[in-house]
């Protein structure tokens, strides 16, 4: 499945590891994405939409395994009530880790979606 993603996917990926901002589909909108790791990124992405700093932006991840990188201690009980959800659901973790600063909320947690849409899983 990834091949017929590969001719937007590549480039797409240069954009997001060059710092950029990229529109793509989600499984509820086309959203603006960057590297949710890259502070200067994360900041393009507030200039751009013209949002206070202060509300928070979701990270979206491919699987169970991602929120592991980025959480240094989830509740069990939320990889449980995520594989119950039959529609996009995002849950707000405490501990977030590795990410960029100004995409954490100031009491260092993080909204967090696994993702459904094909490319955009690919892409994640």
């Known amino acids: ?7 937007d996917l590549q ?15 989600t499984d509820t909108v086309w959203g603006l994405g960057c590297d949710a790791t890259n502070p200067a990124a994360v900041q393009k992405i507030f200039d751009l939409k013209q949002r206070a700093e202060g509300k928070s932006m979701i990270v979206l991840v491919g699987g169970e395994r991602d929120i592991l990188q980025y959480i240094a201690a989830p509740d069990p009980a939320a990889f449980l009530f995520l594989e119950a959800q039959t ?6 973790f405490d501990g977030a880790l590795h990410l960029a600063p100004n995409l954490m909320a100031p009491d260092g947690s993080v909204a967090i979606r696994i993702v459904a849409e094909p490319f955009c899983r690919h892409l994640v």
Not at 1 to 7: G, N
């Open 11 to 25: 480039p797409a990926l240069d954009v997001l590891r060059a710092g950029g901002i990229i529109l793509y589909p």
């Open 1 to 7: 499945m990834s091949e017929a993603f590969e001719p």
């Open 87 to 92: 529609t996009p659901t995002t849950i707000i």
